[in-house]
């Protein structure tokens, strides 16, 4: 069975830094691209990053770009969003999400297109 955990949310200050993993069981991430996706309360969830299935490449969103890092291990099991620079306004639920790709380049900023999801971790951004 297909399953993704994330881990590694918690309380920092503005500017401190975390670092999510998102680890996949049941599979491997050689044919998914992983995404991590945001939630705040009252807003609607929102892309963060991606990594596509074939290691070539990742996505940010805007507001991100910069600040956070998203990799993969070598095993490709675990997709990490290193998080510098944190701000207020990161704070959310964060979601990571798998979509079947096969190998390839690219991936999207979507909800809409992952079909896996995993249950959260919250991350506040708090002085």
């Known amino acids: 069975q297909l399953q993704l955990v994330e881990s590694g949310g918690g309380l920092v200050q503005p500017g401190g830094s975390l670092r999510l993993s998102c680890a996949a069981s049941?599979?491997?991430?050689?044919?998914?691209?992983i995404g991590w996706f945001r939630q705040a309360p009252g807003k609607e969830r929102e892309g963060v990053s991606c990594?596509?299935?074939?290691?070539?490449?990742?996505n940010y969103a805007d507001s991100v770009k910069g600040r956070f890092t998203i990799y993969r291990d070598n095993g490709k099991t675990t997709v990490y969003l290193q998080m510098n620079s944190l701000k207020r306004e990161d704070t959310a639920v964060y979601y990571c999400?798998?979509?079947?790709?096969?190998?390839?380049?690219?991936?999207?900023?979507?909800?809409?297109?992952?079909?896996?999801w995993g249950q959260g971790t919250q991350v506040t951004v708090s002085s």
């Open positions: 999400a798998a979509v079947f790709v096969g190998h390839i380049q690219g991936c999207s900023l979507l909800n809409r297109e992952y079909g896996y």
């Open positions: 049941g599979f491997t991430l050689d044919y998914y691209a």
């Open positions: 990594f596509s299935s074939s290691g070539g490449s990742a």
